[in-house]
């Protein structure tokens, strides 16, 4: 989304997304060539790093320069300057206001840029993270807390079940879920009516947003290999592995091909407390493993946008250190 005043059409090469930074300012239309002395501009309009030296307006010598700011002067005209002349012809004290308000102008133009750019990933996303893949995020959630829960309360000589463990880090919250519905929430953001804390607040949530679908994929991967009938045998095998008297889980496929999660009680170790019930016992449905395709394409879109961002602060911030010299 690029907002370049009428006009400029061709000034506008060094383009950092915000058309606030050009390389051709000689392009603008109706530049006044010389300014008289003792005006000071209203504003900066834009600043430009020029292909080929500039003649400034200010200065006597029209001092040629690739560094300056085109800026408007009170009864419209614009005109080029230099960026070592704004001290010395507009007054420490003015340049500073100037430049400021320039500075804050191209870093909310910047912040709308980075919010429109997410926004036009986001259709992207969302269809790489489909219904399915929430469906399996509840429903492998669901599992492995139920085998948790089961393994805590029953099997207290079990150690920790590793896989188990690792899926459960972290709170294990529905972070695809969670992902889906920022994302569709940004889309409604109109990015150039909003404020400049809003937008800021919009681009930090979305790099946690970021990480977490990143942190969220891969809970699903593992959760589906965890899943996978061959290896969750390798389950059953770590919990006879344990000393003592244990519980081992199983998984049962029905004709429709659904899975079905089950404990076995062993008989109790110490031979005073009754016996468990020594039926099967139904934990639950194993989640269907969905297909991968999508998220084998998922580069992070976000990381992107974000890095962009960091990218075009990085400038702004070259840019204040230098006119700080
Ligand atoms: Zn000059």
């Given amino acids: ?39 000071v501009p209203v504003s900066y309009l834009n600043s430009y790093v020029a292909d080929d030296e500039q003649p400034c307006a200010f200065c006597a010598k029209r001092t040629p320069h690739k560094r300056g700011y085109t800026v408007s002067l009170a009864d419209g005209r614009i005109a080029l300057c230099g960026h070592c002349c704004a001290d010395r012809f507009f007054g420490k004290e003015k340049a500073a ?11 909310l133009a910047m912040l709308r840029q980075a919010v429109a750019n997410l926004q036009a990933a986001i259709p992207t996303l969302l269809d790489l993270l489909t219904p399915a893949l929430v469906q399996f995020e509840k429903a492998a959630l669901c599992a492995v807390k139920m085998i948790s829960h089961e393994t805590s309360r029953f099997s207290l000589r079990h ?59 891969r809970f699903l991967s593992h959760a589906a290999n965890l899943f996978d009938p061959d290896n969750f045998s390798q389950v059953n095998v770590f919990c006879r592995c344990q000393s003592g008297a244990v519980d081992v889980f199983s998984m049962s496929r029905d004709l429709d091909g659904q899975l079905t999660l089950h404990r076995h009680p062993r008989r109790h170790p110490e031979p005073w407390m009754p016996d468990p019930k020594p039926e099967a016992h139904r934990i639950g449905l194993v989640p269907d493993i969905p297909e991968w395709l999508g998220l084998i394409a998922y580069s992070p879109a976000i990381a992107d946008e974000l890095q962009q961002l960091a990218d075009e602060r990085a400038i702004a911030r070259k840019e204040k250190a230098r006119r700080r010299k």
């Fill in 159 to 217: 150690r920790d079940i590793p896989g188990i463990t690792a899926l459960l880090s972290g709170g294990a919250p529905a972070r695809i879920a969670y992902g889906r519905e920022r994302l569709a929430a940004w889309m409604e953001i109109d990015a150039q009516a909003v404020t400049g804390k809003d937008l800021v607040a919009v681009m930090r949530e979305a790099a946690k947003v970021d990480a977490q679908l990143e942190i969220g994929l």
């Fill in 1 to 39: 989304m690029r907002h370049v005043r009428k006009g400029y059409a061709g000034a506008l090469r060094a383009d950092d997304g915000t058309g606030l930074v050009i390389s051709r300012p000689d392009l603008q239309p109706d530049l006044t060539p010389v300014v008289e002395r003792g005006v």
């Fill in 97 to 107: 206001a100037l430049s400021s308000d320039y500075l804050q102008r191209h870093r």
